[in-house]
Nanobody, 122 residues
Framework: VQLQASGGGLVQAGGSLRLSCAASGGTFNGYDMGWFRQAPGKEREFVAA????????YYASSVKGRFTISKDKAKNTVYLQMNSLKPEDTAVYFCATTGVTGTRLSGEYDYWGQGTQVTVSS
């Protein structure tokens, strides 16, 4: 399984970005696709995830109402639409996949993309 994250960049506070994660090399029914982020000097934290087959979503409280995760099965791609960005959203964002539905634990995610940098200026 290969995951390729893209879409990061520099944006002002209050702006928006959309991240993409293109998946290949496997079938994802029965898996969740998630996004994590890691800021300098901090641990990797859960952001959002989506159940690949059913479409249920779940979010970290810090991003709920601002970020939206979605999927395009035909393209094997997961998106993270990020609105009302704040400087504290600055981090490297990673996509990952897990067979443990509903988990927010990075240790239970099996495959990871390379990360894409998101920088929000104040």
């Amino acid at each position: 399984v290969q995951l390729q994250a893209s879409g990061g960049g520099l944006v002002q506070a209050g702006g928006s970005l959309r991240l993409s994660c293109a998946a290949s090399g496997g079938t994802f029914n029965g898996y969740d696709m998630g996004w994590f982020r890691q800021a300098p000097g901090k641990e990797r934290e859960f952001v959002a995830a989506i159940v690949w087959s059913g479409g249920s979503t779940y979010y970290a409280s810090s991003v709920k109402g601002r970020f939206t995760i979605s999927k395009d099965k035909a393209k094997n791609t997961v998106y993270l639409q990020m609105n009302s960005l704040k400087p504290e959203d600055t981090a490297v964002y990673f996509c990952a996949t897990t067979g443990v539905t509903g988990t927010r634990l990075s240790g239970e995610y099996d495959y990871w993309g390379q990360g894409t940098q998101v920088t929000v200026s104040s």
